[in-house]
């Protein structure tokens, strides 16, 4: 039997929890292990986090520093896959878990899948017989195989707190040889709420340098891997 652990990370973004959680538990009949990464705590989240295991480091880690927390878990306890969804997404159809896994197992170089309702550029999206890949990641619900993670040696890069870290890691596990399925569109609802977000809560600084972190990284690897190649 497969061992799967979720992680629902909460920051604040979803005042229907509840009905989140109820989409997750009713849509599958695949056992899984069940975390809550608390990233704020407040009247919505605060009997959640009484009645069911969860982190919470008294601060907001930002969704990649509570999902590499997660990460810890599935690599601690052995999972095989590990599932992370935002407070900002609902499953619409039964055996979601059962459609992830599918994925995986078309491409065992499959390290990472996520979902067509969260791919921003459609022309990121690559069409093949035996289903969609994308070239950049998204990740508000995305899946990845825990072999994969221990083989890279990470899953987010800690140094991106809120924007950004997605690209970083598909380009990550890209470079590694492995690939990024895509389940095509209807599975859940996205409420992609980015920019009204960034001008509500003042997050626009914060997307700038987590994005010019994202350059000035690929920037440097780059440079690095032209130089040993004598370039």
């Known amino acids: 039997m497969k061992r799967i652990l979720v992680g629902l990370i909460y920051?604040?973004?979803s005042d229907d929890l509840?009905?989140?959680?109820?989409g997750m538990t009713i849509n599958t009949e695949i056992?899984?292990?069940l975390v809550f990464g608390i990233n704020k705590i407040d009247n919505?989240?605060?009997e959640i986090a009484k009645n069911n295991f969860h982190l919470y480091d008294g601060l907001n880690l930002g969704h990649f520093g509570m999902a590499n927390r997660i990460m810890d878990v599935a690599l601690a306890g052995k999972f095989q896959y590990f599932i992370d969804i935002n407070d900002d997404v609902l499953i619409l159809k039964k055996d979601w878990i059962a459609r992830i896994i599918e994925e995986f197992e078309k491409d065992e170089k499959t390290a990472l899948v996520t979902f067509e309702d969260c791919v921003v550029n459609p022309n990121d999206l690559i069409r093949k017989e035996n289903g969609l890949y994308s070239k950049e990641f998204a990740s508000a619900i995305f899946a990845a195989k825990v072999s994969a993670v221990a083989?890279?040696?990470?899953?987010?890069d800690s140094r991106f707190f809120w924007y950004s870290g997605d690209s970083d890691?598909?380009?990550t596990f890209g470079k590694a040889g492995y690939n990024i399925r895509v389940i095509e569109k209807g599975w859940i609802s996205h409420n992609f709420r980015c920019?009204?977000?960034l001008n509500l809560i003042g997050l626009k600084e914060l997307a700038d340098s987590d994005s010019m972190r994202l350059g000035k990284k690929w920037d440097e690897i780059k440079f690095l891997e032209e130089r040993?190649?004598?370039a």
């Open 11 to 13: 920051g604040g973004r």
């Open 18 to 22: 509840p009905a989140i959680i109820k």
């Open 31 to 33: 056992d899984h292990s």
């Open 44 to 46: 919505v989240v605060l």
């Open 151 to 156: 083989d890279v040696g990470q899953l987010f």
């Open 169 to 171: 890691m598909g380009w």
């Open 195 to 197: 920019g009204r977000d």
């Open 228 to 230: 040993k190649n004598g």
